[in-house]
Nanobody
Framework: QVQLVQSGGGLARAGGSLTLSCVVS????????MAWFCQGTGKEREFVAV????????DYSDAAKVRFTISRDGADNTVFLQANNLKPEDTTGYYC???????????????????WGQGTQDAVFS
């Protein structure tokens, strides 16, 4: 059983940076995919970024590729999402997710991920 525990985020100023962390416990594989999604109130969960655990291959949504960076620390079993040059529209909930098998064709679909973190709510003020 894989468990994901998120930390970080919260309140931040526009133009600043924010880093979210997600500690992974349980069995993960080099082929696992670790992703971040965002979800606003009343909206569907949207893909932000994914990293393949073993080789570190990264992919981003078009909206995220300029200001967001996903990374992982294998020694600490932690996945990070760093957001730079924050904007008020970055105010939303963020969720980390894990899949047993990274699939380059469908990694953006929430349905591909069996394990989810508890979520964090971030607010960006100007």
């Amino acid at each position: 059983q894989v468990q994901l525990v998120q930390s970080g985020g919260g309140l931040a100023r526009a133009g600043g940076s924010l880093t979210l962390s997600c500690v992974v416990s349980g069995r993960i594989f080099d082929r696992s995919g670790m992703a971040w999604f965002c979800q606003g109130t009343g909206k569907e969960r949207e893909f932000v970024a994914v990293i393949k655990w073993g080789v570190g291959t990264e992919d981003y949504s078009d909206a995220a590729k300029v200001r967001f960076t996903i990374s992982r620390d294998g020694a600490d079993n932690t996945v990070f999402l760093q957001a730079n040059n924050l904007k008020p529209e970055d105010t939303t909930g963020y969720y980390c997710a894990a899949s047993d098998n990274y699939d380059k064709n469908v990694y953006y679909r929430p349905s591909q991920y069996a394990y989810w973190g508890q979520g964090t709510q971030d607010a960006v003020f100007s």
